[in-house]
């Protein structure tokens, strides 16, 4: 299960150095409001997965998942450092959490789908992992929601639902993936 205060990395560490972390650009330490509609010159990336979870431990556990599953692994702490990446890599999926600091994963959602608009692309799918706010992961229109804690199948068996079979070096079902019973 993911979210219920485990270390669900199992300290393997896979998740940790696939993970792109940074800190915020300058514009957003400084207070200065970002223009959330600057261009994307690059089509999505098929396998790019942006994470966006402000507990480490979930981030790296989910990342994990989404790595050996064979796709890629985008991560960030927050909304706006998700919005500031996805102006350099467009991604396929993107897994929120709904509760985050500095911008939560409604703005974030809506923030994305007016990039989309505004750039001439597909709004990437939305998967919101939240403990609570189901009617607000709704309303705000997510494409599917995990209740935290969650059981890693069930992220993987979105992953498939969203994306397709496994990445290029994937397994269909990762074997040995904390929470899997393995």
Do not use: C
């Amino acid at each position: 299960m993911i979210g219920n205060g485990s270390d669900p990395g199992g300290g393997s560490g896979g998740a940790h150095d696939a993970a792109t972390k940074s800190g915020p650009p300058a514009s957003e330490r400084d207070g200065e409001p970002e223009n959330h509609a600057e261009s994307h010159d690059e089509a999505p990336e098929p396998y790019l997965v942006l994470i966006v979870e402000d507990e480490e431990p979930i981030a790296e556990a989910v990342a994990y998942v989404v790595q050996a599953r064979g796709y890629t692994p985008l991560v960030a702490v927050d909304g706006q450092q998700a919005l500031h990446l996805t102006r350099e890599r467009w991604p396929a999926l993107v897994i929120t959490d709904l509760m985050m600091p500095r911008l939560d994963g409604v703005e974030l959602i809506a923030a994305l789908r007016a990039d989309a608009a505004a750039n001439h692309h597909v709004p990437p799918p939305v998967i919101v992992t939240t403990a609570a706010g189901m009617r607000r992961a709704e309303a705000a229109g997510a494409d599917a929601i995990l209740r935290k804690p969650f059981d890693l199948v069930d992220l993987e068996d979105l992953l498939h639902r969203f994306l397709g079979p496994a990445g290029p070096s994937g397994n269909a079902r990762a074997a040995g993936t904390p929470g899997d019973g393995a």
